[in-house]
């Protein structure tokens, strides 16, 4: 009997790990698959003709009730969804099954709208093509971009307007795999939009990927691992998994336990561990935290001291929430912005004569 449920197990682990990494790497791998190499995925592909990043998270539901086991899984916590996971819930939806590219134009005020557009155009500005050969490329864009995401964040921390926008995120009191998608579309466009310029430097690999007859092969395979990693660990790093993968995720890769307490309430946390793929970044600006030794990252209290969302009751208080108090909290932390920032006008002086 044991063993039978030891092969389920990796049965059920290995199904869902493959069916992630074919959602999150349809592109990748139909470009291989064009040069005969994995055929398998057309099979795949063909079979699970659903959105592929529906797939890719039910792959992601999967693997983590695996790993933790239900009674700490996030289907569990769909069951009776508590008022922060039910507008996580909500904010999925808007990504998922709606037809989000025009309701997001709507909802970014056209912010989105103008980034489609000026991406057509950005190619020509891209700096890549000068590095030489492919895995030269690759390895610039990964670390630049990974750079320009992890000062992204800070700043959205630092300016009072864009924390307005991006405490939305932060305002989940548990985290479940669907925490991931917590953004409103004005905050996604804004995010796009601070790195939209300095990212069109250094845009894809312009040099075709080497032939599997090539020595540089070993790298193509290293930085496809390297992206199905992050294709995965985009979910888990806000999933009930405490793991912090030891040497790997206190010097190289983020992992859920680092994560997890960037989205504590404590303020000790609350400004650190910003990136959203490689250590280096904290440990290089001096914004790594770690859990003191004893502590379970799990009893952590996660949210925010001043919490404007998860009031609610229902579907139609969550809808509220994500349609009009996002925008609300947003339009009173700019204006108390600007009236700090804007120049006062002068004080009358007692006695003076009134007009
Ligand atoms: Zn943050
Ligand atoms: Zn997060």
């Known amino acids: 009997m044991r063993v039978l449920k030891a092969l389920c197990w990796i049965v059920g682990l290995l199904l869902a790990s493959a069916l992630t990494v074919v959602a999150a790497w349809h592109s ?23 959105p592929a990043r529906f797939l890719s998270l039910a792959g992601a539901y999967l693997a983590e009730l695996l790993l933790v086991g239900w009674a700490r899984s996030s289907l569990r916590m769909l069951w009776k969804p508590s008022a922060s996971m039910r507008m996580d819930m909500v904010t999925v939806v808007m990504q998922l099954l709606l037809p989000q590219r025009h309701i997001g134009y709507a909802l ?64 989940a009191e548990s985290l479940s795999l669907l925490t991931s998608t917590r953004a409103t579309e004005l905050a996604r466009g804004i995010e796009i939009g601070l790195v939209f310029a300095p990212a069109a430097l250094l845009t894809n690999a312009t040099v ?32 009930n998994l405490s793991t912090d993968y030891g040497w ?67 579907l139609g208080g969550a809808l509220r929430e994500y349609f009009f108090k996002t925008y609300r909290v947003f339009w009173q932390e700019l204006r108390k912005g600007l009236r700090a920032w804007l120049p006062r006008p002068p004080q009358a002086l007692p006695g003076s004569p009134s007009t």
């Open 28 to 50: 990748q791998l139909q470009h291989l698959g064009t040069h005969g190499v994995i055929a398998l995925y057309f099979v795949l592909a063909a079979a699970l003709a659903i």
């Open 108 to 171: 970014s005020f056209g912010l989105l709208y103008l980034i489609d557009v000026g991406t057509r155009h950005l190619d020509q500005l891209s700096m890549t093509r000068l590095l030489p050969t492919w895995s030269l490329q690759v390895l610039c864009v990964i670390v630049f971009q990974s750079c320009l995401r992890y000062w992204m964040h800070r700043i959205e921390h630092a300016i009072p307007a864009l924390w307005a926008l991006h405490k939305f995120h932060h305002s």
């Open 208 to 239: 075709p990927l080497p032939s599997m007859h090539s020595p540089w092969f070993a790298i193509a395979v290293v930085y496809f691992v390297y992206n199905t990693f992050f294709a995965v660990n985009g979910y888990f790093v806000h999933s």
């Open 248 to 314: 790997i995720g206190r010097w190289l890769l983020v992992s859920p336990r680092m994560h997890r307490l960037h989205h504590a309430k404590s303020a000790s946390y609350h400004d650190k561990n910003f990136t959203f793929d490689l250590v280096l970044w904290d440990r290089l600006f001096g914004t790594y935290a770690a859990c003191p030794p004893g502590t379970d990252p799990m009893t952590i209290p996660l949210g925010l001291e001043d919490n404007p969302f998860n009031f609610h009751d229902g």
